[in-house]
């Protein structure tokens, strides 16, 4: 078809793929984690608390005092190219992309902070994407991860006259093919190590325990990830929760508990993060060094943490193969 000559351009139609992790700040500076931590924690699927008695705890106390303790962490872990979940984020997008070849527009986008959503998407739609897989990577379903990506997507959407198709990858937390891809990376890292671990422990983030009775899946779906994996493996898979915040019960038992009480047990551990598709601030510096740390101050012997699924074969294998699944019908 042969357009008017005043005709406004038109690219030819492209499949899109976007990559969604958490996110990160945008230095290791007290400034950009303040920055990073308002937009976090102001969203209302991650802290369930009324805005009117949240804002000013957060705005005070919080944002006050923790940017500087978490600038410090971040620094501990920072990279020539930036945060590790960025780094290892983009390098994941351009695997796939060479993965995928010409057959779909691939980018990344961080749920808070930057690259974000919108413009990510508004970079997809320019290059004529009019179908887009949103792919969040997040292997276990809570509404503190998954649903807030699909909150950002729709909310851009909103401001969009010509708006794309979409698909959400869902979770993926019993899918053959990541469970293939963590059996392979947590069995070379095992065989990397000069001794045998007493305990396997699958440390992943924490929630409240409120979201489980509210009804997120989430508890579950880590606990079958780890007997699933266990089953793989030929041995105990023990799983713990980290990274809790505020005043809250959370999910049980804790890893750094549990970390302590092993080594006052004088055991040897392999801790590793599946619920993690990239290494970033909670698994290199709260578990690689304060839970070694930890550890090792309670008697513990022999620790070691193995590295996420990260860009290496396998976990890229998962991805690809999660990807083209969720795309039949468009490729």
């Known amino acids: 078809m042969i357009l008017p000559a005043d005709h406004p351009p038109v690219a030819a139609p492209r499949i899109g793929v976007l990559l969604v992790n958490l996110g990160t700040p945008d230095a290791p500076d007290a400034r950009s984690v303040r920055r990073y931590l308002a937009q976090f924690l102001s969203d209302r699927r991650v802290v369930e608390i009324p805005q009117i008695l949240w804002q000013p705890i957060l705005r005070g106390i ?33 695997a796939l992309q060479r993965a995928l070849g010409g057959a779909a527009e691939v980018a990344y986008a961080m749920r808070y902070g930057e690259p974000a959503i919108g413009p990510a998407i508004d970079a997809l739609v320019a290059a004529g994407c009019r179908r887009i ?20 997507v729709g909310d851009h959407l909103k401001t969009l006259r010509w708006q794309p198709a979409l698909r959400f990858l869902p979770p993926y937390h019993d899918d053959r093919a990541y469970l293939n891809a963590l059996r392979a990376s947590v069995e070379t890292g095992l065989a990397a190590l000069d001794f045998v671990p007493d305990v396997l422990l699958a440390s992943f983030h924490g929630m409240p325990q409120r979201t489980l009775e509210l009804g997120d899946p989430y508890h579950c779906q880590c606990q079958k990830t780890a007997r699933l994996l266990s089953d793989m493996l030929g041995r105990p898979v023990e799983v713990a929760f980290q990274s809790r915040f505020g ?31 990239a290494d970033c601030l909670e698994t290199l510096e709260e578990l690689a060094i304060r839970g070694r740390q930890q550890f090792a101050e309670a008697g513990g012997g022999n620790f070691a943490y193995l590295p996420c699924l990260n860009a290496d074969a396998p976990g890229m294998a998962m991805i690809e193969a999660l990807v083209r699944r969720e795309l039949a019908g468009w490729l």
């Open 62 to 94: 919080i944002l006050t005092t923790r940017p500087k303790k978490s600038a410090h962490a971040y620094a501990q872990v920072w990279t020539d190219e930036g945060s590790p979940l960025a780094a290892i984020t983009r390098a994941q997008s351009d």
């Open 133 to 152: 897989l949103v792919a969040p990577l997040y292997p276990q379903y809570c509404a503190a991860t998954t649903a807030t990506v699909v909150d950002a």
């Open 247 to 277: 005043r809250a019960k959370w999910l049980e038992p804790a890893t750094d508990g549990q970390l302590e009480a092993l080594g006052k047990a004088g055991k040897s551990v392999a801790v590793f993060a599946p619920g993690f598709a």
